[in-house]
Structure formats: structure tokens, C-alpha cells
């Protein structure tokens, strides 16, 4: 793996995460009190959020990871771009001491597991840039390679394939959940053992659909000698993923189809099998 670091004038023309995308206005989830003195500050002084070709990142400073990442997708203009290296990127734009590097990720199992999946922001006339503008540290999360390359790929591959099929346009927001318990490696790198994803779309029938879901790697770390048993992925109501993340969704839980499914209030969490589980 190659470590590289551009210049932080080559991101002047990065636009993020649209908020407007989808015609309605669902900015970046609200990062509560608790967080705010938390989320690591742009070099000059400009916010928080790191902008680049259609998704934007939220740093934690404590952690050294995303708190949150929020991407557009344009299935009427993805593009299928193989993946031509394996550069990753320190970000300039704010101290390089708030992101995990390579260091965490040599001689064990752990991937960069990319939060903003590599294919989601790669369409219009910036693919190229979008694709690897996700190869930013910033944009990854230590994940055990069976979470990153089977399950957790499993729910991304069908909501990109279905925002290509039906030419749906549709924001995900992703992150891990950071718990006080989380294992702590080699002495410095605390380890998520969870992630939860959010995706927002309008359907075929010009509804609003907002759902949520939560994976766990919880029985695959212990102390980083790895098990390898059964996990599930969960299709859960967003307060659920808010009580976890101290974020905020704000009026999206009013297009979550679960949150008082069957009159339980949004206390449930449905198990995903497959694709057919999910409700939208």
C-alpha cells in the first residue's frame, strides 16, 4: 500500500455532499452537543466538513475516524470504474494526527473498509475523481475482512443496484458506532465493532423512503484474535441508529417504514437475510 498526500489546493473544486439532491432539502445528520467539541476543525478555520466529489466526512478528533459520511448517488450516470490501485490518501485539509493510517492495517485482518462505498459517488463528468477521492484515510474505517468484503458488501451491492435498475437517485449517510469499550489495538487504535448505514431515496411512486441498518463485528474482535462465527445485519428504525451515533436525523423519521411497525414504536430490529428482509 502506497501512501500519498495531494496538495490542499487540488480540493478547491470538491462540492461534497448536496443536500438539495434528492429535490427535498436532508442535510448531513445534526451532530449533538455531546459531539460537537469532538469533530475535528478544517485547518483554516472553515468548519468541519471534508468536501469531495459528491460525499462529504465528518472527522472525530478523539477517535481518528468519520463520525458521519453522507454521499449523493446518481444511478441515471454511475460508471463501473475498475479499481486500478491501492494509493490511499492522508487529507491535508486537517491535521494528520486525527487520521488513522497505514500502521493500523498491516500483518492482521483488518481492510480499510471504505465507508462511502468506491462505486457510489462515481458518476457524472468527475467520476474519476470521485473514485479516488474515496481512497482518503478519512474515509475508511478498520473493518474485519469478512464484514468488508461479505455481508457488509452484500446491503451496499443492492442499493446500488437498485438506484442503477430503477435510475433512482439516492443519499447514504455511514458511519461506525463508537463505544468506551471498544477493543483497543496495539495500544492506540480503538476498533469499532459496529457500523450503521441510512439510506434515503424516492421510489417508484414518488415516496420518500428512509431506512436504517446496523452490522456487527463485535464476535469477530476479541483482543484482535479473530473468530469467525455468524453475524447478522439488521434493518433497524433511525432513532435506534440516533441513540447509538448522537446524531440526529431530524425529519427523516417520518419516512422510516419501521419505526412504528406493528405498533412497537420503533423498538424492533428486523434480521436481513437477504434482500427480500428489507422494507422500503
Known sequence: ???????????????????????????????????KDDRTPLKDNSGYELKYTNFS???SKSRNLAIVTGVNIDGTQLQDLARK??????????????????????????DKGHLVRRLDPVWGSSALVANEDTFHFTNCSPQHKNL?????????????????????KVNVFTGPVFRSDDVLYRGKFQIPAEFWKVAVMIKDNNEISATGYLQT????????????????????????????????????????????????????????????????
Do not use: C
Request: aromatic share 12%; glycine share 6%.
Open 1 to 35: 500500500m502506497e501512501v500519498q498526500e495531494l496538495s490542499i489546493d487540488s480540493y478547491s473544486n470538491r462540492s461534497g455532499y448536496d443536500p438539495d439532491f434528492l429535490g427535498h432539502k436532508f442535510p448531513l445528520p445534526n451532530i449533538s452537543d455531546k459531539l
Open 57 to 59: 466526512v465528518v472527522m
Open 85 to 110: 490501485n491501492d494509493f490511499w490518501y492522508y487529507d491535508p485539509r486537517i491535521e494528520k494526527k486525527y487520521q488513522y493510517g497505514p500502521e493500523l492495517y498491516v500483518n492482521n485482518d483488518l
Open 148 to 168: 468488508n468484503q461479505k455481508t457488509w458488501l452484500d446491503l451496499e451491492e443492492y442499493i446500488l443496484q437498485n438506484t442503477n435498475k430503477h435510475n433512482l
Open 217 to 280: 463485528q463485535k464476535n469477530l474482535l476479541i483482543d484482535l484474535e479473530f473468530a469467525f462465527g455468524n453475524y447478522k445485519t439488521y434493518q433497524v428504525p433511525l432513532r435506534k441508529i440516533e441513540s447509538l451515533t448522537n446524531l440526529n436525523f431530524g425529519n427523516l423519521h417520518s419516512f422510516d417504514p419501521i419505526t412504528n411497525l406493528e405498533g412497537l414504536e420503533g423498538e424492533i430490529a428486523r434480521v436481513i437475510s437477504n434482500s427480500g428482509d428489507i422494507i422500503l
